[in-house]
């Protein structure tokens, strides 16, 4: 009876860890050296190059037979995801073939993009000129919103020690979720 219960509690929490996401994978053979600032200095070097960047999607509008993603551009952590934490690194373009849903690819949104530079385009940021580099993306990775409802897991472990007055008092170890 012992090992079934023991068997049991093994299988809830094997069942518990398996329910845990996995973070989506994103390309490992794109540069992420150069910034959006420095390929748009060295457009013509860069031309065709495969190129990897991410950030937070400032405007997002659906084209004729493209989409197109205005980002603010920041430093990548290892798996891909943008580090927002650090300071941004300039704004570039995203075009990618065909529609995508704006209210998915809304602004806020931290996406990476992975895909070949294309050119430098003119355009505007509120009434000041920017130069923008533009990627064409082959892969688009669209992060997970943060949730600040979201409980994170809770896991407690105890231990402690009493003493009964005369007799010899106890120990006790115990888990909490």
Not at 75 to 103: C, M, W
Not at 135 to 147: G, Q
Not at 153 to 164: A, H, I, L, M, T
């Amino acid at each position: 009876m012992k090992h079934t219960a023991l068997i049991l509690q093994a299988a809830l929490v094997f069942l518990l860890l398996s329910a845990c996401s996995t973070a989506p994978k994103v390309a490992t053979d794109a540069d992420r050296s150069p910034t959006p600032a420095e390929v748009t200095a060295a457009a013509t070097s860069d031309s065709g190059k495969r190129l990897q960047w991410g950030g937070v999607i400032v405007e997002s509008r659906n084209l004729a037979d493209t989409t197109e993603l205005q980002i603010l551009a920041y430093p990548l952590k290892k798996d891909g995801r943008p580090d927002v934490t650090a300071s941004p690194n300039g704004r570039f373009l995203a075009q990618h073939q065909g529609y995508l849903e704006t209210v998915d690819y809304a602004k806020g949104r931290q996406i990476t993009v992975t895909g070949k530079f294309s050119e430098v385009r003119a355009g505007e940021v509120g009434d000041a000129p920017y130069d923008f580099p533009t990627l064409t993306s082959d892969e688009l990775v669209l992060w997970p919103e943060a949730s600040a409802t979201k409980p994170k897991p809770r896991v407690n472990f105890g231990f402690g020690v009493g003493s009964g007055g005369r007799s010899w008092g106890g120990v006790g170890v115990g888990i909490g979720f």
